[in-house]
């Protein structure tokens, strides 16, 4: 059973950039597969991008080339960096972690999440 800790979160302006880190305890780190998820105000939970054991990454549209996934295993870490944050960016963000990153509705356990609020 893995526990999660997202921080990093905060308010910034349209443009501005946030480094999310989630602390993934409770099992063997080297072997997860990682994923950074977000809920928006009324909307469902969505995946943003993931990263597995070995560092290959992946995204949605909508986030690539502006974020970046980077894990580091000494420090049991996933790191989303966020740059050219958009008013849309505004969520809670959410990390989970598995065998390979999945959608929402396939995580039983989730974290507490962390707030990023972008404005215009």
């Known amino acids: 059973q893995v526990h999660l800790v997202e921080s990093g979160g905060g308010l910034v302006q349209s443009g501005g950039s946030l480094r999310l880190s989630c602390v993934i305890s409770g099992g063997v780190f080297g072997i997860y597969a990682a994923g950074w998820f977000r809920q928006a105000p009324g909307k469902q939970r969505e995946l943003v991008g993931g990263i597995t054991s070995d560092g290959s990454t992946n995204y949605v549209d909508s986030v690539k080339g502006r974020f970046t996934i980077s894990r580091d295993n000494a420090k049991n870490t996933v790191y989303l960096q966020m740059n050219d944050l958009k008013p849309e960016d505004t969520a809670v963000y959410y990390c989970?972690?598995?065998?390979?990153?999945?959608?929402?509705?396939?995580?039983?356990?989730w974290g507490q999440g962390t707030q990023v609020t972008v404005s215009a």
């Open positions: 989970n972690a598995g065998l390979t990153v999945g959608s929402p509705d396939e995580y039983v356990q």
